[in-house]
C-alpha cells in the first residue's frame, strides 16, 4: 500500500494488518489507527488514539516539511479510511 509518486515509499500490507490487530488488542482502548511518516527515520509509524479530533493534530503529508506527518486514518474496526 500507500505506492506511487504520491508517497515516500511503500508500506508492506502484512504490517498494516499487523498494526490493526495490535490497536483493536491494545490494554488502552483506541478507535482510530494513525499512520505517520517519520522524516527523520524514514519510516511509517503507527499511532493509535480514540479521539476523532487527534487525526487533525498531525500535518498532512504532501511535500510539506515536517518530522511527523499523517499520510492515513483508519477505523479499527471498520477498517475505513477516515483520511
Not at 524514514?42 to 493534530?57: A, H, K, L, M, N
Not at 506527518?69 to 483508519?74: F, I, K, N, P, R
Given at each position: 500500500?500507500?505506492?506511487?509518486?504520491?508517497?515516500p515509499?511503500?508500506?508492506?500490507?502484512q504490517?498494516?494488518?499487523?498494526?490493526?490487530?495490535?490497536?483493536?488488542n491494545?490494554?488502552?482502548?483506541?478507535?482510530?489507527?494513525?499512520?505517520?511518516?517519520?522524516?527523520?527515520d524514514?519510516?511509517?509509524?503507527p499511532?493509535?488514539t480514540?479521539?476523532?479530533?487527534?487525526?487533525?493534530?498531525?500535518?498532512?503529508?504532501?511535500?510539506?516539511p515536517?518530522?511527523?506527518?499523517?499520510?492515513?486514518?483508519?477505523?479499527?474496526?471498520s477498517?475505513?479510511?477516515?483520511?
Amino acid at each position: 500500500m500507500f505506492e506511487g509518486a504520491s508517497f515516500p515509499k511503500p508500506l508492506d500490507e502484512q504490517t498494516f494488518e499487523n498494526w490493526l490487530q495490535a490497536g483493536r488488542n491494545s490494554i488502552v482502548p483506541s478507535n482510530f489507527l494513525l499512520i505517520l511518516w517519520d522524516d527523520i527515520d524514514g519510516e511509517y509509524q503507527p499511532v493509535y488514539t480514540s479521539e476523532r479530533d487527534e487525526i487533525y493534530r498531525y500535518d498532512r503529508y504532501t511535500n510539506t516539511p515536517g518530522r511527523q506527518l499523517l499520510v492515513a486514518a483508519y477505523d479499527l474496526y471498520s477498517e475505513s479510511r477516515v483520511v
